[in-house]
């Protein structure tokens, strides 16, 4: 158990519909990322928050949006959903610090949300 | 553009023997470098890392090397177990930042 919860684990949904993933990180993990994986393809990173704001941005879409609530949960948004958007979810924690010098340390994942776009 | 690349999508390995999982990086300013395993309908899991001021980290039956004039790194499991068998992935990060994943290669370890 990596200690990083995500709800739901599975999601099937229509196209042009609107989804949020949930994310509890690592106690104490002030980072966490988002990836998506699809069919045959690594994991692509999405977005990452630190201690509720957004420190990086990788190949989101517009149509995607995210969160870091003060609890520092973190909620993926996808919306207008399109056949495409199937993946695999991922959302990792770390704890990672803001400024230098920083440790190095490894990102801890969940288990994914598995989204099917019908 | 893909900054961490694993140009193996496959590889076969009989049980006992050396696997070797060759990882290509682009960005110079990488100086954090990690492997990870995965299981289907699991999420990654930490297996080993290494610092850009080292060239080797080892790990019982795991070994990471680092080339930084090539940059390169490579996981090598002595010996290859079938529990081997999963897709890994290689991560390289920068002063912290964001986490850079390659496209994994799938291990299988032949009994």
């Known amino acids: 158990d990596s200690g990083v919860t995500q709800t739901p684990k599975h999601l099937i949904t229509a196209t042009g519909q609107r989804v949020t993933l949930r994310c509890s990180p690592r106690s104490g993990d002030l980072s966490v990322y988002w990836y998506q994986q699809s069919l045959d393809q690594g994991l692509q990173f999405l977005i990452q928050?630190?201690?509720?704001?957004?420190?990086a941005k990788g190949n989101i879409l517009e149509r995607f949006s995210a969160q870091q609530f003060p609890d520092l949960h973190s909620e993926l948004n996808l919306s207008s959903l399109e056949l495409g958007d199937s993946a695999l979810y991922f959302c990792?924690?770390?704890?990672?610090?803001?400024?230098?010098?920083?440790?190095?340390?490894?990102?801890?994942f969940g288990q994914g949300t598995r989204l099917t776009v019908v | 553009d893909q900054q961490v690349k694993q140009n193996s999508p496959s590889l076969s390995v009989q049980e006992g023997r050396i696997s070797i999982l060759n990882c290509d990086y682009t960005n110079s300013m990488f100086d954090y470098f990690l492997w990870y395993k995965k299981y289907p309908a699991e999420g990654p899991t930490f297996l080993i890392s290494i610092s850009s001021i080292k060239d080797k980290n080892e790990d019982g039956r795991f070994t990471v090397f680092l080339n930084k004039s090539a940059k390169h790194l490579s996981l090598h499991i002595v010996p290859s177990q079938p529990g081997d068998s999963a897709v890994y992935f290689c991560a390289a990060s920068a002063s912290g930042n964001q986490f850079y994943f390659g496209t994994g290669t799938s291990l299988t370890v032949i009994p």
């Open positions: 990792a924690s770390s704890a990672l610090f803001s400024g230098a010098p920083l440790p190095n340390t490894e990102a801890f």
């Open positions: 928050y630190y201690n509720g704001e957004e420190r």
